[in-house]
């Protein structure tokens, strides 16, 4: 079955960039996307990337997907405290249909003054 | 200001009793879905629905029910609930069509305590 992979915590000091990295199994993968949860909130999407693509960038966000390792990261360049959240992964394939997805584990990532 | 909203924030309940969990959308979305959120295990889907009165089970679904009478609303209930229920619950909705990237919105979640 599909099956999403994700570290389970990150930890950086203001300023730096963090890469926070995921592993799918699911090579029918169409979109891939990324979701922050925030302390006591539910998710919000990030950013996402259609499987075509090998990369996209959005303002301090990159992401990178290699389909042939099946292996997708998020960066954040400049990382500050407000960053500091639960982030997810998640991959929409043909095989689980076109309207559900499968999450990841999450990243806790901590941002340190 | 779109919206998934959860009827409460916070709940306590005993093991063995029936407990009600309220989803209620206003983006006429169609599709809506009840996860579980643990630590370590990520986000689980328990139930989907793609239509009123339509369902299918997620990847957990034992000890679980859900009711979709109107299109706005979704509700999971736990006919009995035990202490292995304990866990945050979020509910997600999204629009049907396949042809983008079909976000899915999430409300704030339900932490459920079953002593």
């Known amino acids: 079955g599909e099956d999403v992979e994700q570290s389970l915590f990150l930890s950086v000091r203001e300023g730096d960039s963090s890469v926070i990295n995921c592993t799918y199994t699911?090579?029918?993968?169409?979109?891939l996307y990324w979701y922050k949860q925030e302390p006591g909130a539910g998710l919000q999407l990030l950013t996402y990337?259609?499987?075509?693509?090998d990369m996209k960038q959005d303002q301090r966000l990159t992401v990178l997907l290699n389909k042939k390792d099946k292996h997708l990261s998020l960066r954040i360049a400049d990382t500050q405290t407000g960053d500091s959240a639960i982030y997810f992964c998640?991959?929409?394939?043909?095989?689980?249909?076109?309207?559900?997805?499968?999450f990841g584990t999450g990243t806790r990532l901590l941002v340190s003054p | 200001d779109v919206k998934v909203t959860q009827s409460s924030r916070y709940l306590v309940k005993r093991t063995g009793e029936k407990v009600f969990l309220e989803c209620v959308q206003d983006?006429?979305?169609?599709?809506m879905f009840w996860y579980r959120q643990d630590p370590g295990l990520g986000l689980r889907l328990i139930y989907f629905?793609?239509?009123?009165?339509?369902?299918e089970k997620g990847d957990i679904p034992e000890g679980y029910s859900v009711s979709r009478e109107k299109k706005e609303r979704f509700s999971l209930i736990l006919e009995s609930a035990s202490t292995n229920q304990t866990s945050m619950y979020l509910c997600?909705?999204?629009?049907?069509?396949?042809?983008?990237?079909?976000?899915?919105?999430f409300g704030p979640g339900t932490r459920l305590t079953v002593l």
């Open positions: 997600a909705s999204s629009s049907i069509w396949t042809g983008s990237y079909n976000e899915q919105f």
């Open positions: 699911d090579s029918s993968s169409t979109y």
């Open positions: 990337i259609f499987s075509n693509m």
């Open positions: 998640a991959e929409r394939t043909l095989n689980t249909g076109f309207q559900k997805l499968v």
């Open positions: 983006m006429d979305h169609e599709n």
């Open positions: 629905s793609y239509d009123v009165k339509m369902k």
